[in-house]
């Protein structure tokens, strides 16, 4: 019953900004780690930037400099800010999370179900 919700997809010209936010909902007890992944056809999915159970951020080489993630714990949710955005930037994005849903056990890992995001002029 945990889902986590995307909406931030969009058509962008190439050098804007796009800012996806991320919302995780259900019977959360805490979240370990939370990120974007992004795929595009015929390659492997791939970690954009995230946030691990220690709070440490973590960035593609491709995306450093450019893109920023954020969170807000008290509403879990996560923001990717993205700023000068390149034609390879575009793919479909995923949102992803390691989530307990009770501390009894072990978290699951969670995926949202991807938001397009096209750089084109």
């Known amino acids: 019953q945990v889902q986590l919700v995307e909406p931030g997809g969009g058509l962008v010209q190439p050098g804007g900004p796009l800012r996806l936010p991320c919302v995780a909902s259900g019977s959360i007890s805490s979240i370990d780690a939370m990120g974007w992944y992004r795929q595009v056809p015929g390659k492997q999915r791939e970690l954009v930037a995230g946030f691990s159970s220690g709070g440490r951020t973590n960035y593609a080489d491709s995306v450093k400099g450019r893109f920023t993630i954020s969170r807000d714990n008290a509403k879990n949710m996560v923001f990717l800010q993205m700023n000068n955005l390149k034609p390879e930037d575009a793919a479909v994005y995923y949102c992803?999370?390691?989530?307990?849903?009770?501390?009894?056990?072990?978290?699951?890992?969670?995926w949202g179900q991807g938001t397009q995001v096209t750089v084109t002029s």
């Open positions: 992803n999370a390691n989530i307990r849903t009770s501390v009894w056990r072990g978290p699951a890992m969670y």
